[in-house]
């Protein structure tokens, strides 16, 4: 393994191209089921893209005030001949609007601790984000028009309530890349009153990188 | 107690993933956000000198140029920097207080946790520790919560915290 901590491996501009197009079908189709599930109107943003290497780590933002605030990290993983993480990512704020949503309750973000969530708070939040995952990587399926088998797809989503640095280092550290590529997928969501600011961020490792360019590309 | 209590924010200094950096007070060396990661620190109390890696990987496996701030990136290159800056400072290793913080592990049950780096980083820096003879003071390790920390250049302690600003230890 080694990271690399201090340059940039560019990816393939084309396959940029196409994880955008991947981007605007998924960002399409979650906000639909978001719809359905919270029996609201729901409106969208333009995704923003970005594409993250490592040294990019330490000084990502995604909308906490400080940098010691956690996020909550929702991972999916496939399996099999293309390997992807989906990491949907929520900041305190959005985290705060979900809960309103599904529990009802007026819920001050400011005041929210993370530590003392309920198991049904963490369940909402981790099956709303898994349906977000779910989506994006059916989107992805389509793209490279290919359908992934069962046992390839996730099995339970892992919610991770940290700070973006300790969760995106470790998750570099142990995938057995030389580089890891991010692409980050920002767009809001409008329902309602309210603003939601997920990220979601796609992390295919290197073969799946080599693998999509050839499927896409010859 | 709250993240930064009592401390003048202007004083901190960054040690990102990989780095290893050396001073003196009043400044305080900090690392947001260890995960699967583990900072070593070495303090020399009379002189009040202070020194952090900031370990990513377990021992160095293949050649990969390292420029000197990035000696922290692997157990190894980093136990070996820590070891130089003793040297060079004339410092007697038996007057370093050593601690460990961090190799959490974040992600139960992920197959994205089957190189279990969060052990491997704990198991390669002890193994450097005993080729080189050294002793550990205090450790705060494991886990499955990301630790944040100050490491004090005063007097060379460190408080752990996690996220959210949460105080979970001083060692």
């Known amino acids: 393994v080694v990271l690399n901590l201090s340059e940039k491996n560019d990816l393939p ?13 998924g960002a399409g189709h979650a906000a639909n089921a978001l719809a359905d599930i919270l029996n609201r109107r729901i409106d969208l ?38 390997k992807f993480v989906v990491l949907v990512i929520f900041n305190k704020e959005t985290l705060g609007s979900i ?35 779910l989506h994006y990587l059916t989107a992805i399926g389509d ?16 919610l991770v309530i940290e700070t973006s640095e300790a969760v995106l280092l470790s998750l570099a550290a142990n995938s057995s890349a030389d580089f890891m590529h991010l692409i980050s997928i920002e767009c809001d969501i409008f329902a309602s009153d309210m603003i939601l600011k997920p990220v979601v961020a796609l992390i295919p490792d290197n073969n799946t990188i080599i693998r999509a360019r050839e499927r896409l590309f010859s | ?51 952090m890696a900031h370990v990513v990987l377990p021992a160095r ?29 004339k410092f007697d290793l038996s007057e370093i ?30 193994e450097e520790f005993f080729k080189y003879n050294i002793k550990i003071d205090k450790t705060e390790l494991g886990g499955t919560k990301g630790r944040s920390i100050l490491f004090n250049l005063e007097n060379g302690e460190i408080r752990i915290f996690h996220a959210g600003g949460k105080l979970k230890a001083i060692i």
């Open chain 2, 1 to 51: 107690l709250s993240f930064f209590e009592n401390i003048d924010t202007s004083l901190l200094k960054h040690v990102l993933a990989g780095n290893i950096k050396h001073d003196k007070p009043p400044y305080i060396l900090q690392i947001l956000g260890l995960g699967s990661c583990v900072a070593i620190t070495f303090y020399h109390q009379k002189t009040k000198s202070g020194i």
């Open chain 2, 61 to 89: 496996d293949r050649d990969d140029i390292l420029t000197p701030e990035f000696k922290g990136k692997y157990a190894n290159t980093a136990v070996e920097e820590l070891i130089n800056w003793t040297k060079k400072n």
């Open chain 1, 143 to 158: 793209f490279l028009e290919i359908k992934f088998k069962d046992e390839e797809l996730p099995t339970q989503p892992s």
């Open chain 2, 97 to 126: 207080k050593v601690k460990l913080v961090g190799g959490a592990k974040m992600f139960k049950n992920s197959v994205s946790d089957v190189l279990n780096i969060s052990e491997r980083n704990i198991e390669s820096i002890k």
């Open chain 1, 45 to 82: 943003s333009l995704p923003k893209f970005n594409i993250l290497s490592l040294e990019d780590l330490s000084t990502v933002s995604w909308g906490n005030k400080n940098e010691w605030d956690p996020y909550a990290f929702i991972m999916v993983e496939t399996k099999g001949f293309f």
């Open chain 1, 99 to 133: 809960l309103k949503l599904v529990s009802g309750e007026n819920i001050d973000p400011t005041n929210l601790d993370f530590d003392e969530l309920s198991k049904f708070d963490q369940s909402a939040i981790t099956e709303i984000g898994n349906i977000l995952a």
């Open chain 1, 13 to 25: 501009s084309e396959l940029i191209d196409a994880l955008q197009e991947v981007g605007n079908i």
